[in-house]
C-alpha cells in the first residue's frame, strides 16, 4: 500500500509540474492573445474555444474510455487493435462533426454572435479535428506514461502561441488577426494528432497475434461516461456562453479574462484526474485504497484553491491591470462568480474520473441530470449576467457535493 502511495504521489508531481508548464503556456498566450486582439476579438476566441470543448466532449470521454482500458488487466484484443477501432470511431466522428456544423453554421451565427462566416468555418474545423488528441491522451494515461501525458498536453498551448506571433507578425488589422489565428491553430491540431498517432503505435509495439474483436466496443458504463462529460463540458461553458448571450462581445472579453484566475484550479484538478482514473482502475487496488486515494486527490484539490484563490480575490484590481492593463479593470466584479463555479467544476473533475474510474457512473450521471435541468432553467428564466452566474455557482456547489455524498453513501452501504 505504501509504494502505491508513493507512485501515486510520484506520479502526480511529475505530471503536475508538467501541467504546470503547460498551464503556464497557456496562461503566457490568454494574456498575449489579450494585448494583440481587441477586447472584442478576445471575447470571440474565448467563445470559440468554449464552443469547442462543448463539441470534443466525445473525445473527453474517449479519454477516459481508453485510459481505462490501458490501465485494466482484462484486454479484450491486441492493444493495437483496439486503438485501430477507437481511430475508426474518431474519424467518423470527425466527419459527422464537421457536415452537422456546416449545415446549421445559420443557427451557431446566431447562438455565438458571430456574424463572419470565415471565421465560424474555422472554429467548426478547429472542432471537428479535436477528437484525435483525447485519443492519444487516453493511450499514453492508461499504459501510466504520465510524462508523456505532460509533454503532449503542452502541445496545445505552443501553437496557440505560435498562433498568436503569427498574426502579430502578419498583420496590424484586428480581424485578420483573428482570422490568422484560426488558420495556424487548424495547422497546430493536425501536427499534435500525427505525433500522438506515431507515439501511441511506438508504445504498444506489435500485435502478439491476429485476433477479431467480437466484444461491443462500449458498455452502458462508457456512455454514462459520455454524458458525465457531456455535463461536465455544459458546466464549464454554459457561464462564458450565457455571458456572451445575454451581454455582448465587451462583457464576453471582460469575463474571458479573470475567468482565466479561476481556471488555475480546473488545471490543477485535471492534473489530479489525470492520475486518479488509471490508479482507481487498476484490478489490484482494493476498495478501501481506492477510497484513500479519491480523499487525497480531493483535499489535495481543495487546499490548493484555498491557497489560490483567496489572494486573487482579495487583490483582484492588481492582478487585473497587471496582467491585462486598466482597460479590463471592468472585469473585477466578475472574479468572485468565476471563483465559486471553478470550484465546483474542479470537484467535479475528480469525481467524474474517479466514478469512470471505478465503474459506478450511475447515481452520478442521475445528479449530473437534475443540475443540468436547473442550469439551463436558470439560464432560460433569469435575464440577469450576474444572477445567472451565481444561479451556476450555488447549483455546482450542490450538484459536486451531492456526487460526493452519493458515492460515500454507495461505498457504506456495500460495507453492511
Known sequence: MERKDNKFLQASIILFGLNIMASAL???CQLVMARVLSVESYGTINTIFSFMMIVAV???TLTMVVAKYYAGDNHLCDKRLYLKKQLRVVLGLTAIA???LLCTLKLFSRLLLINDHFVLIMAFFLAAFGYFQPLYSGVFSGNKCFILVGIYSMFIP???????????????EDKIRLCVVLIILI???IITALYGHFKSYNILGKDSVTQVYKERLYTREDLNALFLNISLMLYMNIDLLSVRYYGDETES????SVLLFGRIIYYFATTLGTILLPSVADATMTEKERKKTLKKALILMISFAAISMVPINLFKDTFIKFL???GYLEADKYVIYVSIICLSLSIYTIMVNYVVGVGKTKNAAIIMLIVDILLLGSVAVLHSVTHILLAIGIIGIIGAIAIYL???MVGNNKKI
Request: net charge positive; aromatic share 16%.
Open 26 to 28: 497557456n496562461y503566457l
Open 253 to 256: 472579453g471582460l469575463y474571458s
Open 187 to 189: 495547422l497546430g491540431v
Open 58 to 60: 466525445p473525445g473527453a
Open 324 to 326: 491585462y492593463g486598466v
Open 158 to 172: 505552443l501553437y496557440k502561441l505560435l498562433a498568436v506571433g503569427g498574426a502579430y507578425l502578419y498583420s496590424k
Open 98 to 100: 464537421a457536415i452537422a
Open 406 to 408: 452519493g458515492e460515500k
